[in-house]
């Protein structure tokens, strides 16, 4: 029976992502052995919840230096883990730390690698979200997406395995009882692991209803301006209700949001009744992460921003005056 | 002399917009009028310019792609880079991730750079993997997705971006720095440093200068088959602020009763 190897993210607390439920999830779905990495000092706190969803066999490294050192101290466990299992899969979220370890592991496997994956066929065929592939000079390759989205099928045709880095909420989770058979990471880390360390971790928590799971999804970009608006696009959630706030990838970038407001293709995906896109242009990137929207509206000054092609409707139109103006409305003044 | 490499790459949509394709032939109009180096790429050069301008660090910008990148790193020259290497062959259109890794390991192998920046992830593929890959291949440590940088002596130290924040990480030279957006606001350049950057070297090398062969960099998966999503059919648009409000807010309040 082939196996596939699901690389568990969780919180100081033991509490696991909500996208390594899903990756489990979409492994369940192909016939095969499915094992859980858990690495960090609260691995063993996330096993049980491992084999809820699944997992049929949970290695648990619960050493410190998987939270003290970045990256490659995870990487060197699951090329062990990998050499010992020989999987023909290996499933990563698309966060920074599941980014940062599957890189480093797939130059140590030098095997193949899909990112932006929404659905897993087989141990050897996914299907990934490609706002664009682009090669410049080689026409053949050049394959853009008219209107901003699409997706591709990718079969491995080398050697095993093949690492995938699938898109937030691709998978609906759902428990179904593994049988949870939990082993000990059986390699040290060694020293030479031990290279970039983490000083101090300055998190706020996060608060309010979660992107994947709100009616109402307002999401802003660089057209505001002023990191400062964003504080418009809150209040506008909490007069709706049941609505939160997302972002695009440049504002990000730019350190105005933390990342796990990012909507897009490196992103989350969503699919609420209503997408309210707030100086947001509708690059492609962003569309492939929001375009499930049963609707959309966009309020822009750039009359020929893209994401007017899409929007049901669309005001042309100084964001933070809008807004303030539609919270007025909603309040009834 | 600290020595920096900064890794660019040609896009043809700096914009960020899906590239013009022919709707029959699915082949890009290459007459992009975007195309240049990509946006995601000049924090990294910036940041990179500013360290050499406060160390005296040489700056060399790598690239790989097609001679149709050459613009992308005269930019990079012209924001204050000192020299380019540019990996141009045939063989290498359709490069993968890890192919390309490969190719950027071999070319920055050649010479032992100090400090490796990369950017997050390009504007037009986003796989957002290639520099750790790259670091590991080159045996180097890497600190990514960086927001801030900075560097006393060969101690590195950086503000990680995180889900709900941020993390301090730090390590020392040589290392791989992934960076953001966030890390310093690229200059534009003038005309005069365009000018002279005209004159800056650009060294080109081939995958037999890099001793690779097309055999190394076979790709291990293939596309299959490619489904244009559905486009979503545009609605109304008004300019009209005053209705355009009352219609959202009655289109939200819709949604706040169902």
Same mark, same amino acid.
């Given at each position: ?8 993210? @969780? ?16 492994? %369940? ?52 883990? $990998? ?20 890189? %480093? ?19 050897? =065929? ?58 000990? #990471? ?8 031990? =290279? ?111 994401? @007017?092609? #899409? ?23 | ?6 890794? $660019? ?16 032939? @699915? =082949?890009? %109009? ?66 993968? $991730? ?39 291949? #080159? ?5 990514? @997705?960086? =927001? ?7 101690? #590195? ?102």
């Amino acid at each position: 029976m082939a196996r596939v190897v699901v690389f568990a993210e @969780f919180d100081a607390q033991g509490a696991l992502d909500t996208t390594t439920l899903e990756n489990l999830t979409a492994a %369940r779905s192909l016939d095969s052995e499915l094992c859980a990495v858990a690495l960090g000092g609260h691995a063993a706190a996330a096993a049980a919840t491992l084999a809820a969803y699944g997992a049929d066999t949970i290695v648990v490294g619960d050493d410190s230096v998987f939270d003290e050192y970045m990256s490659e101290p995870a990487a060197f466990a699951l090329e062990h883990v $990998v050499g010992e299992l020989e999987p023909e899969l290996i499933l990563f979220a698309s966060s920074y730390d599941a980014r940062d370890v599957a890189g %480093r592991l797939q130059a140590a496997l030098g095997c193949t690698l899909v990112s932006n994956v929404s659905e897993v066929l087989a141990v050897d =065929r996914v299907r990934a979200v490609r706002a664009l592939r682009l090669w410049p000079g080689r026409p053949g390759n050049l394959r853009g997406g008219v209107g901003g989205a699409k997706a591709i099928e990718v079969l491995r045709t080398g050697p095993g395995p093949m690492i995938v880095l699938t898109t937030a909420a691709a998978t609906a989770p759902s428990p179904s009882q593994g049988r949870g058979h939990v082993g000990d #990471l059986a390699v040290k880390v060694p020293d030479s692991c031990r =290279r970039v360390r983490r000083v101090s971790r300055h998190e706020t928590t996060a608060d309010g209803v979660k992107l994947e799971q709100a009616k109402v999804v307002i999401s802003g970009g660089r057209g505001l301006e002023d990191p400062a608006n964003f504080s418009l696009l809150r209040e506008l959630a909490a007069a709706i209700g049941n609505a939160a706030v997302g972002a695009t990838r440049p504002v990000v970038d730019a350190g105005w949001v933390p990342y796990s407001m990012q909507v897009g293709q490196t992103g989350k995906t969503v699919r609420p009744e209503i997408y309210v896109a707030v100086g947001v242009s509708g690059a492609a990137q962003h569309v492939v992460g929001m375009k499930g929207a049963h609707r959309v509206i966009a309020i822009n000054t750039d009359r020929n921003a893209p994401i @007017f092609q #899409l929007a049901d409707f669309g005001v042309v139109g100084d964001a933070a005056e809008v807004l303030k103006e539609v919270l007025r409305g909603l309040a009834g003044e | 002399m600290l020595k920096i490499a900064v890794l $660019v790459k040609y896009v043809p949509n700096r914009g960020g917009d899906p590239p013009e394709i022919g709707e029959e032939d @699915f =082949r890009l %109009r290459r007459e992009q009028p975007e195309a240049g180096l990509d946006p995601a790429d000049e924090p990294g050069v910036e940041l990179a310019v500013q360290l050499a301008e406060r160390s005296g660090a040489e700056v060399t910008v790598v690239s790989m792609g097609s001679e149709a990148a050459r613009p992308a790193l005269v930019r990079a020259l012209a924001m204050g880079a000192d020299r380019g290497v540019l990996v141009c062959d045939d063989q290498l259109a359709g490069a993968d $991730v890890l192919a390309t890794a490969k190719v950027l390991a071999a070319a920055l192998g050649r010479d032992s750079f100090d400090l490796i920046v990369a950017g997050a992830e390009s504007t037009d593929a986003a796989t957002g993997t290639m520099p750790m890959t790259l670091a590991a291949l #080159l045996g180097l440590a890497s600190a990514t @997705f960086a =927001r801030h940088v900075s560097l006393d002596g060969t101690r #590195l130290s950086i503000e990680r971006q995180t889900s709900y924040g941020h993390d301090v990480i730090e390590c020392l030279l040589p290392a791989l720095v992934g960076v953001t957006a966030a890390v310093a606001e690229p200059r534009y350049p003038s005309l005069r440093d365009t000018i002279r950057a005209r004159s800056k070297p650009i060294e080109q090398l081939s995958l037999v200068d890099l001793g690779l062969s097309a055999d190394d960099l076979r790709s291990a998966h293939a596309i299959t088959s490619i489904d244009l999503a559905p486009e979503r059919e545009a609605g109304e648009i008004t300019e009209d602020v005053a209705q355009g409000v009352a219609r959202i807010v009655e289109m939200l309040r819709q949604v706040q009763v169902m």
